[in-house]
């Protein structure tokens, strides 16, 4: 079975920062990889599927990249909203994995 | 709009079974696949199983592979998830969500609240 690993498990950064999530998989799945996100108490939002489009309605500060086994969910000036744990999602073959998360705070 | 209405969960000791549902509403829930996912305690999102939009095929997570079974009643608008076999292990919120179908991979673009299933003697 692929294994998502995410990085960091957690991070900290200031108002406007740009801030870099990664997500590796432990073999290669095509471009079937998305991003959630999920503010604490609510349920998961889809940010991003096949690696790079925007869902709708989601900032565009938010975008996605990678190929083959390395991901990226980049948010180019982090918001007070966007405090939350963020989750990638590969889909091969009649099975989905999702990351472990990672946990993005304000300094 | 989208909604997508979990119930069933609760209480239950170990070695039990719990049925849960979801009902659908706001699309052509006969067109969708549809998902449940489980999120322990403070824990992160684990895909338990998956039931093509016809019904045709199901998937499940090796966790729960020959003691969960995942079925739909598309005259119903409505998902089901039979659980049995029940251990501390699946305590968890429970989601159900819609699949999105793009350039033949799959997501998961709208979720219910979740229903909580807790396993305990």
């Known amino acids: 079975d692929i294994q998502m690993t995410q990085s960091p498990s957690s991070l900290s950064a200031s108002v406007g920062d740009r801030v870099t999530i990664t997500c590796r998989a432990s073999?290669?799945?095509?471009?079937?990889l998305a991003w959630y996100q999920q503010i604490p108490g609510n349920v998961p939002k889809l940010l991003i599927f096949?690696?790079?489009t925007l869902q709708s309605g989601v900032p565009s500060r938010f975008s996605g990249s990678g190929s083959g086994t390395d991901f990226t969910l980049t948010i180019s000036s982090l918001q007070p909203e966007d405090v939350a744990t963020y989750y990638c999602?590969?889909?091969?073959?009649?099975?989905?994995?999702f990351g472990q998360g990672t946990k993005v705070e304000i300094k | 709009q989208v909604q997508l209405v979990e119930s069933g969960g609760g209480v239950v000791q170990p070695g039990g079974s719990l049925r849960l549902s979801c009902t659908a509403s706001?699309?052509?829930?006969?067109?969708?696949?549809m998902y449940w996912v489980r999120q322990a305690p403070g824990k992160g999102l684990e895909w338990v199983a998956f039931?093509?939009?016809?019904?045709?095929?199901?998937y499940y997570a090796d966790s729960v592979k020959g003691r969960f079974t995942i079925s739909r009643d598309n005259s119903k608008n409505t998902v089901y998830l039979q659980m049995s076999s029940l251990t501390t292990e699946d305590t968890a919120v429970y989601y159900c969500?819609?699949?999105?179908?793009?350039?033949?991979?799959?997501?998961?673009?709208?979720w219910g609240q979740g229903t909580l299933v807790t396993v305990s003697s």
């Open positions: 969500a819609k699949d999105w179908f793009y350039e033949s991979g799959h997501y998961l673009d709208y």
């Open positions: 706001g699309f052509a829930f006969m067109s969708y696949g």
């Open positions: 039931i093509r939009f016809d019904g045709s095929y199901e």
């Open positions: 073999q290669g799945i095509t471009n079937y």
């Open positions: 096949d690696t790079s």
């Open positions: 999602q590969s889909y091969n073959s009649g099975t989905w994995t």
